[in-house]
Each structure stands twice: as structure tokens, then as C-alpha cells.
């Protein structure tokens, strides 16, 4: 979030045109024209930047003043803040083709690093990757122990090598390895002189003390990232830059081809669990530099874990333990994978470390690549990971749901790992309402990943437990919020804290009665039993306006349509038959955010008929469930789309066709309940409480009549009067304060349409209730057997037997 002043000058920013860009552009070209690159200078192209990164297309600036800041940039006298100000600007602009920047006349080791950056934001485009790697190797190369700093030159060199792997010669690759060996093992353990000068500085100043660890005490070992002091030396800034593109590195380099030692035989050479190599060995110096470079590495990162268990003096240095024993762990994870031996050297040292991990959630996020390291590692060490990352989906996703970048990484670690889950899939997917919870807190961002993730989810045994949770999720953010909520003090809530204009939630929250209902909506498995929310959902009313559960709601229809596409995949008939009456269930038992419930209504309402769709004869076997839903009028209005969704499907499934149980009888219930529920929502009139009834609702019950009279030809008469009165009462002018003349017209239309049809009952059957046949494709598409056809035929011979009658 950006402060009120940020967010002034980025609108400022955007807001400038192209004119006012140029006229602005050619006072900088009068400054850079003149060699002037003093603070106007500076000013003025902080403004530039300004203005060409804070909109998302590109900006266009004139030629003379692209290639003055080129030139700007290449200046051996230019400053330092004006250089970086110029690449800034320029990687802004590209990839463009008016730039003609070329590493072969860099004067130093940082304005290389700035020319490369700036290439490199090109893209490929004219092989300038390649280049810039083999200037920068070219660099490395000829460096002496006293020549310029490389330091600026590494995380060029990782993009490099991000980008195009294969740019690199084997004898680099060599040489690389064992500068970064000597930087990473042979770096200074003294503190770095300070910057002085001027009057008070005198020959006899204080020589500079040892290196410290993060707790205060004297390091004893060689210096890492975690090292600390008060000024660094040039190779321990080396140090730090080459830890940062180790795992990088080691992936691209990889394990040699060579004639190696197998790895259980090299595994007893080199000693049992925690043997390590000393850096100082004969052995060790004797390696190939990229197996030297995996033992340095080795060396390294178990000291970081040491490290990591020290108790900091300040929160930065907490911080940054927790981010280097990340990173040690995963580059733990690429040496095992490329070297097996490493493996019995490792697994003792992170199995202590998740016992003193497991043990608080002050390094959660350590967790993640732990749990990942026994994923891909514990069958080849006989280790039972099942207990790690049972610890995992139980304690973190409940107590940790606020964190994003945790969420984004727990929910990224799923993905990654489903294949590796295949073993125990039943504990991933037995733990989805606690990943619910990182949905439920998280669902912008997440939504997209969980659409990924919930296909894996979904199981036969719980999909209707599934189906309950993703249609009460925005109840669950509401319940999250209180529950974090009611772990603050009043006095340390903020003051926009819903929860102080509505104390009646946390109160509800807190309340025994309740306890019951909240437990159940936050459980951290899947109970196995379904549990009617309603009184919840009227104590959480107050919290639905709420930003983060009106987010929540948004991304529940789309989640919908991914479940449904999932559990159609493994449903049997007696699932359907349950999932179809949960929806009619769940239709009027909905959390009441602003528009949720139309949009989840639409949702349903296709689902149902897909479910029909899927087994016909769900109308019949269900047939007492949808009598009793059509036969209730309360919530219509609102469950517009579903009772249409409904009623058509009673009017296209019962039948003899669909399912040979299919009886008169039923027939007729359900058309007394059909015609008695049509006379109810046309002769209701609109209210400030009651809206009126959709045009579609009384066209499909219309529809639907005539079918089921199609089928009972004894219905035909009752339908035929049923049809008349829905015609004259359309267009009646009392209905044109009821419903649009457009809406009459079409209630209208379809009237007289089925009229005309019943006409003549054996067309109607043939037209409304087809035989197999006729649905088929074929029936539709050849010409001379299709519907249209008959139905020419048919009213041609309707008509001539009516000229032939008496007049």
C-alpha cells in the first residue's frame, strides 16, 4: 500500500501526456547536452523515471533522448546515482530498438553490470544474453586479487545463467566454481576498516575487531551471510552475493559425467552419517571443481543451520536466519538429488532440525522445504514422512491462515507435490478444510491455484461434505475474522475493527451455545457428517458486508463449476442422487452477502440440470423431494433460476423414456403441483417486499404442463383452459403493471404456441417428448429425416384433411 503522497505523484504521473512528456524530455536533452549532471540533472531524470514506470504501456521518448542517456550511462566521470538513474530508465523503456548500448567499451566492472542489466531487459532478441554472459565471464577471468570488484557482476551472471544455461563454456563453468569456492570458504574473519577521512581521522586508528554471530558471541568459524559486524571487506560482501546464486548454480552446472565412485560406495569412504570433509584436506582440495564446489557447499550450508539456532540480538538478523536456513535446506535438497552420498550426511542434521522446528511456529516457513526434502528423499533413507506433513496440514494452515506469502507457498508446495501424495492422497485430501481456511483468508490471489488444487481434492467419500464448505466460505472468512479477532485485546483492535461495531458476533463467537456450529465450520479434517449453518449465518449477518468476505464470495461460483466438473469424474448413482438434493437443499440456506446468492443460484441451477443430464432417471427416483420444492412458493423470487432449472427438468426426465418407472400417477402429482404452484406466481402482484416473478418461471411451468399433458393425453383438456387463461391474462392490461409488454408478449407467444400444438396430441408427443432417435445429432443434420421436415409434413397433412371436411 502506497502513502497518500506516493499515490498523489503516481496519479500525477500517469495523468501526463505525450506533450507535456516531450516538452519535459527536452529540457533533460539542453542538460545532457551540456555535461550539466548536477542535481538538476538528478531531479530531473527522477522525474523521468517516475513517469515512464508508473503506467503499465510503454512510454515513447524521442531518439536524441534515449541515445543521450546511453551515452549519459557510458560517461567515465558520470556519476554513480545518475548511471543507475539512466539504466533505470531504460530497462523501462525496452525492449526498444533505437538502443545501441555495447558492453565493449564499459570502463569498469559496476557501469558493465549497469550495461547488461539493460540489455538483458531486451529479451534475445540479437544473441544479447550471450554476450553479456561472455563479457562477464571475460571479467571474472581476468580479475587480479587487487583489481576492481566483481561483486556487481554475480547476479548478472545468475540471470545469464537462468536465461540461456548452454552460453557457458565447460572451462567457465570450472572457473566459476572455484572462485565461488574460495569466496564462499575463504572469505575474512575481521571486520572491514570504516570509511574515513577528513580532519580527525588519524594513522593510529583502532584496527577492526572479529566477526560476530548473530547472537553477539565471537565466530569461531569461517564467515557466512549470517555472519555479522560492523563494516564488511570486499570478499565477504563476495560471500554473501555467491550464496545468493549457489542453488542457481549448482542446478546449471550439475553432476559431472565422470567415471565417479558408486554412491554407497563413495558413502563408506567418506565416513558414516555426520562426517563431513574437511575444506582443508588433501582429499577435498584434490575434487574437480564442481564436486568441490558441492562439499563448500555442504560445508556451508550445515553451518547456517547451526547458525540459525542462535538466539539474535535484533529482529533483522531473526528475520534473515529464517530466510538462509530456507535457502540451505533447498540447496541441501539439489546436492542430495545430485550426489546420493550427501544424503546420510544430511538426514540426522534436518531431522533435529524439524524436531526443534516442530515444536513452535516461529520458522513455519522452514517447514515447507523441509517437508519437501523427505518427500523426495525418505524412501531412499527409510524415513516415515507421513508424520511431517501430517504436522503440516493439521497445526499451520489452522493458526497461520493470515500469513499471504505462506498461503501462497503451502498452496504452491500442494501442487508441486500431488504426484509425491499418490501413497498417502487420503491424508491431503481428509485436511481440505484447513486449506479452505487459506482460501477463505486469501481468495483473490489464491483462486487461481486453488482451481488447480481442487480437482486432486475431491473424493467420493467426502465430495458432499466438500460441497457444504465451498458453499459456506464466505461464513468461514466471517468466523476467521473473529476468531483472530478475539484473540486481541479491545484496546489493541484497530479502530475500523468490524467486530467493535458489531460486539453481538464476538459475543455470539464466545458463547457456549454456539461453540458446537463455530467448531464445526473450522474443523481441521473432514468430520464425515454435514452440519444446517443457518443459525450461523444469522449470527454473521452483520459481517457480510466485510471487504475480505465479500472477496470470498466472488470466487465461490467459479470454484463451484471446478468441483462439479471434478465429482462428476467419480460420483456413482446413489452420489448423484445426494449431490442433486443438496443443491435443492442448500438453494435457501445461503450465506446473505450482497449478490452471492444470484450468483450461486446460477450455478446450481446449471449444475442440477447437468446432474439430470448425467442420470435421467434422478427425476424419478427423487420424485417426492422435487414435489415437495416446487410445492413451497416461499423464496421463489429469489430462487428464480433454480426453480426453472427444476421444473424443467421434471417436464424434459418424467417420462417412460427416461425411466421405465415412470408412472400416470406420478404424472399427475406432479402437474396438480406444477399448474396449482403457475396460478400462484401469475396472479401474485409485486411489492416493495416481493418482487415480481421472472417471465421465464411462468414460461417453463407453461412449457412443462404441456409436456406432462403430452404424456397423460387426460391433461390435455385442463392444460388447453390452463394455456387460455395464461394468454388472456397476459393480455390483460392489470398484467401491464405487473410485467413489461415485452415479458406479456412472450408469455403470450408461448401460449398460443402449446395451444396450437395440442391441436394435435400425436404431434405434440412427438415434438415434446422425442424418442432417442430423434435427439440423436443425425435427426437434426441430414435433410431428409430431419424435425423441421416432419413438421412440415405433418401440418401439410393437418391442413388438407381440414379442407376436405364439410363446410
Known sequence: ????????????????????????????????????????????????????SATKYNRRLEKTCVDLLQTTLCLPACPEQLQVLCTAILREMSPSNSLTLSCDHTQNTRQLSLVASVLLAQGDRREEVRTVGQHVLKALESRQPEGPSVRHLLPILSKVVSLAPGTIREDQTNLLSKRLVDWLRYASI???????????????????????????????????????????????????????????????????????????????MEGSTLSVLSATSTASRLLPPRERLREVAFEYCQRLIEQSNRRALRKGDSDLQKACLVEAILVLDVLCRQDPSFLYRTLSCLKALHGRLSGGLGCVRALLPLAQFFLDHGEAAAVDSEAIYQHLFTRVPSELFHSPMLAFEFIQFCRDNLHLFSGNLSVFKLNF????????????????????????????????????????????????????????????????????????????????????????????????????????????????SCARVAQCAEAVPTLLQVFFSAVTQVADG????????????????????????????????????????????????????LLEFVGSVSGIHSRASMLTSVVWAIGEYLSVTCDRRCTVEQINKFFEALEALLFEVAQSRPS????????????????????????????????????SKMRTLAQSPATGSVHSEEDSEAICTRATELLNLLKMPSVAQFVLTPSVEVCEPRYHRDTNTALPLALRMVSRLVEKEASLLPG
Not at 193 to 215: K, M
Request: charged share 20%; net charge negative.
Open 688 to 723: 416493495a417486499t416481493l418482487p415480481k416473478c421472472p417471465p421465464q418461471v411462468i414460461t417453463v411451468l407453461m412449457t412443462t404442463l404441456t409436456k406432462l399433458a403430452s404424456r397423460s393425453q387426460d391433461l390435455i383438456p385442463r392444460v388447453s383452459l390452463l394455456l
Open 574 to 625: 446413489v452420489l448423484t442422487n445426494q449431490l442433486a438434493l443438496l443443491l435443492l437443499e442448500r438453494s435457501d440456506a445461503l450465506y446473505q452477502v450482497p449478490l452471492y446468492e444470484a450468483h450461486v443460484h446460477r450455478v446450481l441451477s446449471s449444475q442440477f440440470l447437468a446432474l439430470c443430464k448425467l442420470k435421467p432417471s434422478l427425476v424419478v427416483e427423487l420424485a417426492k423431494d
Open 190 to 268: 575481521q571486520q572491514g576498516l570504516p570509511h574515513t577521512g577528513g580532519f580527525f581521522s588519524t594513522p593510529r586508528a583502532r584496527q577492526p575487531g572479529p566477526i560476530t554471530e548473530v547472537d553477539g558471541a565471537v565466530a569461531t568459524d569461517f564467515f557466512t551471510v549470517l555472519s555479522t559486524g560492523q563494516h564488511f571487506t570486499e570478499d565477504q560482501w563476495l560471500n554473501v552475493q555467491a550464496f545468493s546464486m549457489l542453488r542457481a548454480w549448482l542446478l546449471h552446472s550439475g553432476p559431472e559425467d565422470t567415471s565417479a565412485p558408486d554412491a554407497d560406495d563413495r558413502s563408506e
Open 1 to 52: 500500500m502506497f502513502t497518500a503522497g506516493a499515490e498523489s505523484l503516481l496519479h500525477q504521473a500517469r495523468e501526463i501526456q505525450d506533450e507535456e512528456l516531450q516538452k519535459f524530455c527536452s529540457r533533460i536533452i539542453k542538460l545532457l547536452q551540456k555535461n550539466d549532471l548536477g542535481p538538476d540533472a538528478v531531479d530531473s531524470l527522477q522525474r523521468l523515471f517516475l513517469i515512464v
Open 433 to 544: 478444510p484447513n486449506l479452505f481456511k487459506f482460501l477463505a483468508w486469501n481468495s483473490p490471489p489464491l483462486t487461481s491455484e486453488f482451481v488447480l488444487l481442487l480437482p486432486a481434492l475431491v473424493d467420493a467419500s467426502t465430495a458432499l461434505e466438500m460441497l457444504h464448505a465451498l458453499l459456506d466460505l464466505p461464513c468461514l472468512t466471517a468466523a476467521l475474522d473473529l476468531q483472530l479477532r478475539s484473540l486481541l485485546a479491545p484496546s489493541e483492535r484497530p479502530l475500523w475493527d468490524t467486530s467493535l461495531r458489531t460486539p453481538s458476533c464476538l459475543e455470539a463467537f464466545r458463547d457456549p451455545r454456539f461453540q458446537g456450529l463455530f467448531q464445526h465450520l473450522l474443523r481441521t479434517k473432514a468430520s464425515g457428517t454435514t452440519e444446517r449453518l443457518t443459525l450461523l449465518h444469522r449470527l454473521l449477518q452483520p459481517m457480510a
